[in-house]
């Protein structure tokens, strides 16, 4: 099992930027893909970016150019950095573990877009 913790959350002007953390611990060996996803009032949870073990990225259409996912392996931690950020990004915004037979979930970071 995979504990996650994210940060950096926040409130932010249209057109700011924000950078997350997700910070990994327990069973960090096992995971093969880490992911951001988001989830807005009402909506289902969507694919915000998602890198692999071996550091291959992969983006929603809404942010690509505009968001980057990064991680640290020394920190066991995954980033997201967001720029130009819109309205329209506004939602919690969760951290997840793939591994081989179970998918681990952090508790989440409001991101709001308002100015």
């Known amino acids: 099992q995979v504990q996650l913790v994210e940060s950096g959350g926040g409130l932010v002007q249209p057109g700011g930027s924000l950078t997350l953390s997700c910070a990994a611990s327990?069973?960090?060996?096992?995971?093969?893909?880490m992911g951001w996803y988001r989830q807005a009032p009402g909506k289902q949870r969507d694919l915000v970016a998602t890198?692999?073990?071996?550091?291959?990225?992969n983006y929603a259409d809404s942010v690509k150019g505009r968001f980057t996912i990064s991680r640290d392996n020394a920190k066991n931690t995954v980033y997201l950095q967001m720029n130009s950020l819109k309205p329209e990004d506004t939602a919690v915004y969760y951290c997840?573990?793939?591994?081989?037979?179970?998918?681990?979930w952090g508790q989440g970071t409001q991101v709001t877009v308002s100015s």
């Open positions: 997840n573990a793939k591994q081989p037979v179970r998918i681990d």
């Open positions: 890198i692999t073990r071996g550091d291959s990225t």
């Open positions: 327990g069973s960090i060996f096992s995971i093969y893909v």
